[in-house]
């Protein structure tokens, strides 16, 4: 199974992107899915999860901007990015635990599938 992503790019500080992630199989079940970023040098930082029931958690950072569900399949998941700022710069990628339970959302350690990755730039 992959986590498959797609959207991204660059885009002016107060513009929107959305980006998109899905499981290349059909049948792929996930717990949680989530979606964190990291910049250059710096630790991955969680951003939002969405359980299997559809209930999003959004990190208070981004929270009032960012908003996220699943897509047309529970094992798909979207995140929509309103309002973008410089500081949102980052490599975007999506996590899935596959696993019966999840301890910790904001934690990497507890997703066994990531996506490719995808970089969004905010900049004039």
């Known amino acids: 199974v992959h986590l498959v992503q797609s959207g991204g790019g660059l885009v002016q500080p107060g513009g929107s992107l959305r980006l998109s992630c899905a499981a290349s199989?059909?049948?792929?079940?996930?717990?949680?899915m989530s979606w964190f970023r990291q910049g250059p040098g710096e630790d991955r930082e969680w951003v939002a999860t969405?359980?299997?029931?559809?209930?999003?958690t959004i990190s208070d950072v981004v929270k009032g901007r960012f908003t996220a569900s699943h897509g047309d399949r529970k094992n798909s998941v979207w995140l929509q990015m309103n309002g973008l700022k410089p500081e949102d710069t980052a490599m975007y990628l999506c996590?899935?635990?596959?696993?019966?339970?999840?301890?910790?959302?904001?934690?990497?350690?507890?997703?066994?599938?990531w996506g490719q990755g995808t970089q969004v730039n905010v900049s004039n």
């Open positions: 996590a899935g635990n596959s696993r019966m339970f999840t301890r910790d959302i904001a934690s990497p350690d507890s997703y066994d599938y």
């Open positions: 199989e059909y049948t792929a079940s996930f717990d949680k």
């Open positions: 969405v359980s299997r029931g559809g209930r999003a």
